[in-house]
């Protein structure tokens, strides 16, 4: 069964830094690209970033209200994906999900599992 | 970025209705657009795909249409369950972009 959770969410001042971790089981790690999304409470959601499969080198995307500051990274001998969230703000504060992203088939590049999500704070 | 763009973004409706959601897109998408359910304190799950495709163990009353610009989300009996927020989603270009979110309450 596939599983992906997150976890590092915390509460952290203006100007910090922070690293979410996702960690997947359940299917082949290296074959899927995996993202990470957020969501501010009781808004919607917006895609922060990717990082793809073997077959793609392992490269990165990312959005613009973000690419200078978070860093996405996979470690595929752990099976995780970290993001490196750095010079945060209080317009940060969501709860972030990683989500997996099939590369194959009529479903590729959605986003077919989610984890439950990690809450960040961002306040002084 | 492509915007996408939700209607309404709230309705209310009794159980056994039939329920239509509009997502448009700012420029053409083919039929490249997902639908996602929430709800409450929980991850958004995959409904449906590239337009028209039920996500596996989806129920049959959920169907998905549209093509270019203009895609439609519709329940056709509203059981107590599917009371939620329906996002649409573009991944035909970067950055993938939500819809701002139609929550469905009870009415």
């Known amino acids: 069964e596939v599983h992906l959770v997150e976890s590092g969410g915390a509460l952290v001042q203006p100007g910090g830094s922070l690293r979410l971790s996702c960690a997947a089981s359940g299917f082949t790690f290296s074959d899927h690209y995996i993202d990470w999304v957020r969501q501010v409470p009781g808004k919607g959601l917006e895609w922060l970033g990717r990082t793809r499969n073997k077959a793609k080198s392992y490269t990165t995307e990312y959005a613009a209200s973000v690419k200078d500051r978070f860093t996405i990274s996979r470690d595929n001998s752990k099976n995780s994906v970290y993001l490196q969230m750095n010079s945060l703000e209080v317009e940060d504060t969501a709860v972030y999900y990683c989500?997996?992203?099939?590369?194959?088939?009529?479903?590729?590049?959605?986003?077919?599992?989610w984890g439950q999500g990690t809450p960040v704070t961002v306040s002084s | 970025a492509i915007q996408l763009t939700q209607s309404p973004s709230s309705l209310s409706a009794s159980v056994g209705d039939r329920v239509t959601i509009t997502c448009r897109a700012s420029?053409?998408?083919?039929?490249?657009l997902g639908w996602y359910q929430q709800k409450p304190g929980k991850a958004p799950k995959l409904l449906i795909y590239?337009?028209?495709n039920l996500e596996s163990g989806v129920p049959s009353r959920f169907s998905g249409s549209g093509s270019g610009t203009d895609f439609t989300l519709t329940i056709s009996s509203l059981q107590p369950e599917d009371f939620a927020t329906y996002y649409c989603q573009q991944v035909n270009s970067f950055p993938v972009t939500f819809g701002g979110g139609t929550k469905v309450e009870i009415k």
């Open positions: 989500v997996r992203v099939p590369t194959s088939g009529s479903k590729s590049y959605y986003f077919d599992y």
């Open positions: 590239a337009a028209f």
């Open positions: 420029q053409g998408i083919s039929n490249i």
